[in-house]
């Protein structure tokens, strides 16, 4: 099998093809063969000799027919041309020089079930022309029968779950569904030839797939990565072997504010000593300057532990001031390497407006922000509220709260470092109330504990902001049988092109009244 690239590419000129690729193609074709076509891209400027259906087969997680049927769809977009053996089997693939004629993009376009972008409406998600989905041309443009399918799944997995205890409204997809990702983690392995790599874990497998590029993921954060590894490269650094335990690096998170451009580099150590630090700090940031990228701060983290786990307890700040800052519907946060922010600024924007807009603050009310993290929902709710009050478990995320309420000029919130569950339990005993508390558990959802201490400090209004609607589900059996009941729902499509959904609840107390007993019996 050979693959022939196309005729004097730079790795620089391959990106910008697949930039123009994906503008052109990706609202229109379909979503496996976009990642066909832009793997033979990336293939063009790295290893074109070492091609073959099996390998690409294995890094797209899709088989060898899948990979047929794509590259014989782009044939009939004259993007490449197929050679094939005397018995039919496939041999050779040319790339053709693509977008050569400025109208081909237009006249060529199609999708697998002959439905054009400009047939595709946000309506056909739902059925209802009565959506809260966006109708911007970008939003439009996105929904492929990919999306459209995947979007009607997240809703009627919704609607399936919970739909017995109250209305689910459609779901809130995301306009330009691509890049969403502010953070990367990507674990360093050795590649072909020995050269130092890094990427992510095929599935349930410790075998890490290399990762050039991904159309989750910010932009600027691939092209920090591909920084880094050339920093590394430069200081000879070794990747950490889990079995024979040796080696240097382990993994790197990146981290970027989207809305200030700040970019963070921690780079995850097997040992506390990084040779030659400042050289490669120095390294790094040449490098990232060669990519446009300027880094803002970069970390070492230390992980000597057996584990899983990506990130070890002890830091050194190597660059600036070991976090970056980021701005969400209106307020400014520090982000430090362990913060828990939201990986998409965007929907998240949109997720913490629904939560706000369900909880019906006046003003006059006292919140409890339990589960706050470093405080977004709680400083979000703070100008619409009396008095804030959260509560997290990690201390750090308690001091970052702490510090973006006083950066952003809050005073009506305080913050505490305690168990949630207990922190509610003992604060209920004590006869302090709260109008409103805001639930944003883990995936885990909350607990029977955490649950009835609620009911028992008996605010008028729960607005439960979940990542899992089976664990939603569990709990709002448990919240009804304690006095309150749902609203409604709206999921979130926070996390595209994967199975995950985030939902809005909003539940209302229910006032029983029992009568007296008349005395007779």
Same mark, same amino acid.
């Given at each position: 099998?050979?693959?022939?690239?196309?005729?004097?590419?730079?790795?620089?000129?391959?990106?910008?093809?697949?930039?123009?690729?994906?503008?052109?193609?990706?609202?229109?074709?379909?979503?496996?063969?976009?990642?066909?076509?832009?793997?033979?891209?990336?293939?063009?400027?790295?290893?074109?000799?070492?091609?073959?259906?099996?390998?690409?087969?294995?890094?797209?997680?899709?088989?060898?027919?899948?990979?047929?049927?794509?590259?014989?769809?782009?044939?009939?977009?004259?993007?490449?041309?197929?050679?094939?053996?005397?018995?039919?089997?496939?041999?050779?693939?040319?790339?053709?020089?693509?977008?050569?004629?400025?109208?081909?993009?237009?006249?060529?376009?199609?999708?697998?079930?002959?439905?054009?972008?400009?047939?595709?409406?946000?309506?056909?998600?739902?059925?209802?022309?009565?959506?809260?989905?966006?109708?911007?041309?970008?939003?439009?443009?996105?929904?492929?029968?990919?999306?459209?399918?995947?979007?009607?799944?997240?809703?009627?997995?919704?609607?399936?779950?919970?739909?017995?205890?109250?209305?689910?409204?459609?779901?809130?997809?995301?306009?330009?569904?691509?890049?969403?990702?502010?953070?990367?983690?990507?674990?360093?392995?050795?590649?072909?030839?020995?050269?130092?790599?890094?990427?992510?874990?095929?599935?349930?497998?410790?075998?890490?797939?290399?990762?050039?590029?991904?159309?989750?993921?910010?932009?600027?954060?691939?092209?920090?990565? &591909? !920084? =880094?590894? $050339? #920093?590394?490269?430069?200081?000879?650094?070794?990747?950490?072997?889990?079995?024979? %335990?040796? *080696?240097?690096?382990?993994?790197?998170?990146?981290?970027?504010?989207?809305?200030?451009?700040?970019?963070?580099?921690?780079?995850?150590?097997?040992?506390?000593?990084?040779?030659?630090?400042?050289?490669?700090?120095?390294?790094?940031?040449?490098?990232?300057?060669?990519?446009?990228?300027?880094?803002?701060?970069?970390?070492?983290?230390?992980?000597?532990?057996?584990?899983?786990?990506?990130?070890?307890?002890?830091?050194?700040?190597?660059?600036?001031?070991?976090?970056?800052?980021?701005?969400?519907?209106?307020?400014?946060?520090?982000?430090?390497?362990?913060?828990?922010?939201?990986?998409?600024?965007?929907?998240?924007?949109?997720?913490?407006? &629904? !939560? =706000?807009? $369900? #909880?019906?603050?006046?003003?006059?009310?006292?919140?409890?922000?339990?589960?706050? %993290?470093? *405080?977004?929902?709680?400083?979000?709710?703070?100008?619409?509220?009396?008095?804030?009050?959260?509560?997290?478990?990690?201390?750090?995320?308690?001091?970052?709260?702490?510090?973006?309420?006083?950066?952003?000029?809050?005073?009506?919130?305080?913050?505490?470092?305690?168990?949630?569950?207990?922190?509610?339990?003992?604060?209920?005993?004590?006869?302090?109330?709260?109008?409103?508390?805001?639930?944003?558990?883990?995936?885990?959802?909350?607990?029977?504990?955490?649950?009835?201490?609620?009911?028992?400090?008996?605010?008028?209004?729960?607005?439960?902001?979940?990542?899992?609607?089976?664990?939603?589900?569990?709990?709002?059996?448990?919240?009804?049988? &304690?006095?309150?009941? $749902?609203?409604?729902?709206?999921?979130?499509?926070?996390?595209?092109?994967?199975?995950?959904?985030?939902?809005?609840?909003?539940?209302?107390?229910?006032?029983?009244?029992?009568?007296?007993?008349?005395?007779?019996?």
């Amino acid at each position: 099998m050979s693959l022939v690239s196309l005729q004097n590419s730079s790795e620089q000129e391959v990106t910008i093809l697949s930039n123009r690729f994906i503008d052109n193609f990706m609202p229109r074709a379909n979503g496996e063969f976009v990642k066909v076509y832009i793997y033979l891209l990336r293939m063009v400027s790295a290893a074109p000799s070492s091609f073959s259906l099996e390998r690409m087969a294995d890094c797209l997680f899709c088989t060898e027919r899948d990979i047929s049927r794509a590259l014989k769809y782009w044939e009939s977009e004259k993007l490449v041309s197929l050679t094939y053996t005397a018995n039919q089997q496939l041999s050779g693939i040319t790339l053709l020089e693509p977008f050569a004629d400025a109208g081909h993009m237009e006249s060529s376009a199609s999708m697998e079930a002959g439905t054009t972008a400009a047939q595709t409406t946000p309506a056909a998600v739902s059925g209802n022309t009565d959506t809260t989905i966006p109708e911007s041309s970008d939003y439009i443009r996105s929904l492929t029968p990919d999306r459209i399918k995947e979007l009607k799944q997240k809703e009627e997995t919704v609607k399936k779950l919970l739909g017995r205890f109250g209305p689910v409204e459609h779901i809130r997809g995301m306009e330009t569904p691509y890049h969403y990702r502010n953070k990367v983690i990507s674990t360093f392995t050795t590649g072909w030839g020995g050269k130092l790599t890094s990427g992510i874990y095929a599935a349930n497998s410790h075998k890490v797939l290399p990762v050039e590029s991904c159309l989750l993921q910010d932009e600027v954060l691939d092209k920090t990565m &591909l !920084a =880094v590894r $050339a #920093a590394a490269g430069i200081c000879h650094y070794q990747p950490f072997n889990e079995d024979k %335990g040796t *080696g240097l690096l382990r993994h790197c998170l990146l981290r970027r504010g989207v809305m200030t451009g700040q970019v963070m580099v921690v780079l995850v150590t097997a040992q506390p000593v990084l040779p030659g630090a400042k050289n490669f700090v120095k390294a790094l940031l040449t490098e990232a300057g060669k990519q446009g990228v300027a880094i803002t701060t970069i970390v070492q983290n230390v992980n000597d532990r057996k584990t899983s786990v990506v990130l070890g307890d002890m830091e050194k700040v190597l660059y600036g001031k070991g976090f970056i800052l980021d701005t969400l519907c209106g307020k400014t946060y520090a982000i430090s390497p362990r913060s828990f922010y939201q990986v998409n600024p965007a929907q998240t924007a949109v997720l913490y407006g &629904l !939560a =706000v807009e $369900a #909880a019906k603050l006046t003003g006059k009310e006292v919140v409890l922000d339990a589960y706050c %993290g470093i *405080g977004t929902i709680g400083l979000t709710a703070a100008d619409h509220a009396k008095q804030v009050v959260g509560v997290e478990l990690n201390r750090d995320a308690v001091q970052d709260a702490i510090g973006n309420a006083r950066h952003n000029g809050v005073k009506n919130a305080r913050f505490f470092a305690a168990d949630a569950t207990r922190w509610i339990r003992e604060a209920a005993a004590a006869g302090e109330k709260a109008d409103v508390i805001f639930m944003d558990p883990p995936r885990e959802g909350s607990t029977p504990e955490f649950l009835a201490s609620v009911a028992r400090m008996a605010p008028k209004r729960v607005v439960y902001v979940s990542c899992n609607p089976v664990t939603l589900a569990r709990d709002l059996a448990t919240l009804t049988k &304690l006095g309150y009941k $749902a609203e409604g729902f709206t999921p979130v499509d926070m996390f595209p092109h994967t199975e995950h959904i985030e939902t809005v609840c909003a539940l209302s107390k229910l006032e029983i009244h029992r009568k007296k007993p008349s005395g007779k019996r």
